[in-house]
């Protein structure tokens, strides 16, 4: 560093920084519809075209992207690949990711146009999408009309319940011949006398397992052991067997004799959300809140026909209901309404699951904040110290809006849609077009 000039800020540096990302950005989109522009000269547009001597050898269409999307000239490919510097295979691949957003991604694809979505983000889309079906990827473009929010397990699940709804017979078949792969088994004993586990289950008996195990850590935890966590849970596994093994003691069949063991039962809890198609029986898709991930109704009636499944039925949870309370502690009936409402921490780009978030007053309870879910917010204890104990703070316009402001003064909404950067510190409404 030069000792005779100023040291930048922190606020300054950042804010190169910002740009070079966004003149790489601004870079790469420029090379995107370069592409689009020259797969729209070298489209083979029908069988007739699909193989044609030029120059003495034959030149064929070929599909580097999903159905629905144009063939384009192999030869024509070569030399763009090649004018990119990539590899063949990998230049193929580059440029089908492309035309895969341009033709059959278009919301995708003006996102990336637009500055809204990087386009190593709006690739990975494209890889996700290429094996749909014409109409299932339109569904995915459709939902991803503001594609910067959205995380990459919900879009995996997204892409999931596109399968489902559009191409039912191939979801049921996949799911068939997934769990015809269960398995649970247990390695040799090791020199220290220890096991190694590995299975894989359905995800209802591994949530059942789960939620087991915790439960009887945790109370082991309460009893005085004193051991980590992990290995708490080790020795909860070890206790639901050896309970399996005394109810095999206790309970003989009484008519033949044979020594069996009862199964206490399956709590399964569904939000259902109703439509028109659900109403006529027509949407093959459900949503399993625990799993956090759409469904084959198929899974569900498996799931309920379930010998001792217990089935609750529960009243619609308005999330618009004010239910304050005077104590400073979150009660579970304001827990689960903050979790429903914002299903993950509320920091910008943070991902993590409501669940495992501590419940936030967003102004605090000590200032006359109330207790109640319009005051609420889940933050991953990460965050949630961030904003009580730097300079971070948010504030909400809007319910479940939340506009943060950096220790910097860089100013970011976050909302269903995930995280906006917000370049006119004045400005708090919504960056994205409205809902299509």
């Known amino acids: 560093m030069d000792l005779g000039t100023q040291p930048r800020t922190t606020a300054a540096l950042l804010s190169g920084l910002r740009a070079e990302v966004e003149g790489r950005q601004a870079s790469l989109v420029r090379e995107w519809t370069a592409i689009v522009e020259w797969a729209s000269d070298h489209v083979v547009t029908g069988p007739e075209g699909a193989a044609t001597i030029t120059e003495g050898y034959l030149d064929t269409g070929v599909p580097i992207a999903g159905p629905g999307a144009p063939l384009v ?27 895969e957003c341009a033709w059959r991604l278009p919301n995708v694809y003006a996102a990336v146009v637009a500055g ?10 494209a890889d996700l999408t290429h094996g749909l079906s014409a109409d299932a990827a339109a569904f995915v473009d459709r939902q991803l009309f503001n594609a910067s929010g959205v ?16 191409d039912p017979e191939r979801a049921e078949a996949d799911r068939k011949a997934a769990a015809d792969q269960r398995h649970f088994d247990i390695s040799e004993v090791d020199e220290h006398g220890l096991v190694h586990l590995d299975g894989l289950l359905d995800a209802a008996d591994g949530h059942d397992l789960d939620l087991a195990v915790s439960r009887r850590a945790e109370v082991l935890g309460r009893l005085g052991d004193d051991s980590t966590l992990d290995v708490r849970r080790a020795k909860a596994a070890a206790e639901l067997a050896r309970h399996d093994l005394a109810l095999d003691l206790l309970l003989p069949d009484a008519d033949t004799g044979e020594v069996v063991a009862t199964v206490p039962g399956r709590k399964v809890i569904l939000n259902v959300h109703v439509t028109d198609t659900t109403l006529t029986g027509q949407n093959p898709v459900g949503r399993w809140d625990e799993g956090r991930c759409p469904i084959a109704t198929a899974q569900i009636r498996e799931w309920l026909r379930s010998k001792g499944t217990t089935i609750i039925e529960r009243p619609v949870i308005d999330l618009a209901d004010h239910v304050p309370v005077t104590a400073y502690e979150i009660p579970d009936r304001h827990r689960t309404r903050v979790i429903l409402r914002d299903p993950t921490c509320r920091f910008p780009h943070c991902t ?8 936030d007053h967003a ?22 110290r961030a904003k009580t ?9 809007m319910p479940a809006t939340y506009v943060w402001t950096s220790p910097s003064g860089f100013r970011f909404r976050v909302d269903h849609r995930g995280t906006h950067p917000l370049h006119d510190t004045s400005d708090t409404s919504d960056p994205s077009p409205p809902d299509q």
């Open 73 to 99: 000239s192999e030869f024509a490919l070569m030399e763009l690949v090649a004018v990119l510097g990539r590899s063949p295979d990998g230049g193929r691949a580059y440029v089908g990711r492309v035309i």
């Open 116 to 125: 809204k979505l990087a386009p190593w983000r709006a690739e990975r889309i």
């Open 151 to 166: 995380g990459w397990a919900q879009l995996e699940r997204l892409v999931t319940e596109a399968v489902l709804r559009f």
């Open 352 to 359: 993590r699951l409501a669940q495992r978030c501590d419940i």
């Open 363 to 384: 102004r605090p309870h000590g200032q006359g904040g109330p207790t109640c879910p319009c005051n609420e917010v889940p933050l991953c204890r990460r965050h949630h």
């Open 389 to 397: 104990h730097s300079l971070w703070r948010y504030e909400t316009p």
